[in-house]
Nanobody, 124 residues
Framework: QVQLVESGGGLVQAGGSLKLSCAAS????????MCWFRQAPGKARELIASITWSDSTTYYADFVKGRFTISRDNAKNTMYLQMNSLKPEDTAVYYC?????????????????WGQGTQVTVSS
């Protein structure tokens, strides 16, 4: 199966930007739908955005629409999350994940393959 490694997290002031990367290795990256989740301390893990493998159709949670952009480069086996206009409430560990169906992403099915996570901290 595919292995995932996130990078690009860090500390940023409110209103700033960060770009996360998720590098994949192993099985064919382009066969997987990809997504980003996040988990803040004491809160449940939540889906931020997803992108399909075939036509790069995207989905965004309402709380990031207009601020975050998900993209993928199948030639580089990498997915990205551009985060703009960051808010303190965006502080969380951000995880990338891969799945063979969008339904499994939406339901956080046990089939999901997870990266190790990267911390994003937004100061006010």
């Amino acid at each position: 199966q595919v292995q995932l490694v996130e990078s690009g997290g860090g500390l940023v002031q409110a209103g700033g930007s960060l770009k996360l990367s998720c590098a994949a290795s192993g099985r064919t990256f382009s066969n997987y739908h990809m997504c980003w989740f996040r988990q803040a301390p004491g809160k449940a893990r939540e889906l931020i955005a997803s992108i399909t493998w075939s036509d790069s159709t995207t989905y965004y949670a309402d709380f990031v629409k207009g601020r975050f952009t998900i993209s993928r480069d199948n030639a580089k086996n990498t997915m990205y999350l551009q985060m703009n206009s960051l808010k303190p409430e965006d502080t969380a560990v951000y995880y990338c994940a891969a799945a063979t169906s969008i339904f499994n992403i939406q339901t956080m099915h046990r089939e999901l393959i997870w990266g190790q996570g990267t911390q994003v901290t937004v100061s006010s």
